[in-house]
Nanobody, 133 residues
Framework: QVQLVESGGGLVQPGGSLRLSCAAS?????????????IAWFRQAPGKEREGVSC????????YYADSVKGRFTISRDNAKKTVYLQMNSLNPEDTAVYYC?????????????????????WGQGTQVTVSS
């Protein structure tokens, strides 16, 4: 089992920044590293479907972003801490959502159409991000 715990959400003004963290732990993680997983960030705004935001491939560190966040958000990882980060800059009200991190034990690459959400076996509880003045 893998437990994922998100943190770092909050209220921020438009144009501001936040850094979300996703800490991985659990029995499975004791014998594995982040290199063994694809870690993704998804978000769900009120009344909308959950959408992919970004992911990082464990085996080669490749990163992928939704067009809506490209150039503003950066995903990174700290293998020693088993934590994946999402640095979010130039936030706007459309970024308001609950942000979830998810883990898949296979490479799940994003080619611009599907984030293959069903391939992610482990999910965090989510952290609220609100962008408002």
């Amino acid at each position: 089992q893998v437990q994922l715990v998100e943190s770092g959400g909050g209220l921020v003004q438009p144009g501001g920044s936040l850094r979300l963290s996703c800490a991985a732990s659990g029995f499975t993680m004791d014998d594995h590293t982040l290199n063994d997983f694809t870690i993704a960030w998804f978000r769900q705004a009120p009344g909308k479907e959950r959408e992919g935001v970004s992911c990082i491939i464990g085996s080669d560190g490749s990163t992928y972003y939704a067009d809506s966040v490209k150039g503003r958000f950066t995903i990174s990882r700290d293998n020693a801490k088993k934590t994946v980060y999402l640095q979010m800059n130039s936030l706007n009200p459309e970024d308001t959502a609950v942000y979830y991190c998810a883990a898949a034990d296979i490479p799940v690459r994003y080619y611009g159409t599907s984030w293959y959400e069903s391939l992610y076996d482990y999910w965090g509880q989510g952290t609220q991000v609100t962008v408002s003045s």
